[in-house]
């Protein structure tokens, strides 16, 4: 499994697990959300419909879920 750290244009930081992709497109499902959402690449950026850009900060491989340790990005897998 992958796991993602976004963050919006607000600065505001999010869980989600990458469900699929490919160079266009990528669904995610945000941890404590009951949807998939799709993110579209427009030229170098992600774009969440309805709410604008998101940057990815970071992509983990593995089998538990990111736990924030700290705001300035460091992350551990849980469990």
Same mark, same amino acid.
């Given at each position: 499994m992958m796991y993602m750290i976004l963050s919006d244009s607000h600065g505001k $930081?999010? =869980?989600c697990m990458l469900m699929a992709s490919d160079e266009s497109r990528m669904r995610v499902a945000f $941890? *404590? *959300? =009951?949807? &998939? &959402?799709e993110l579209r690449r427009q030229g170098d950026q992600w774009i969440q419909e309805g709410f604008g850009p998101v940057e990815v900060e970071s992509f983990v491989a593995g089998d538990r879920p990111l736990v924030v340790l700290q705001p300035d990005a460091r992350y551990l897998l849980a469990g």
């Amino acid at each position: 499994m992958m796991y993602m750290i976004l963050s919006d244009s607000h600065g505001k $930081r999010s =869980e989600c697990m990458l469900m699929a992709s490919d160079e266009s497109r990528m669904r995610v499902a945000f $941890r *404590g *959300g =009951e949807d &998939v &959402v799709e993110l579209r690449r427009q030229g170098d950026q992600w774009i969440q419909e309805g709410f604008g850009p998101v940057e990815v900060e970071s992509f983990v491989a593995g089998d538990r879920p990111l736990v924030v340790l700290q705001p300035d990005a460091r992350y551990l897998l849980a469990g």
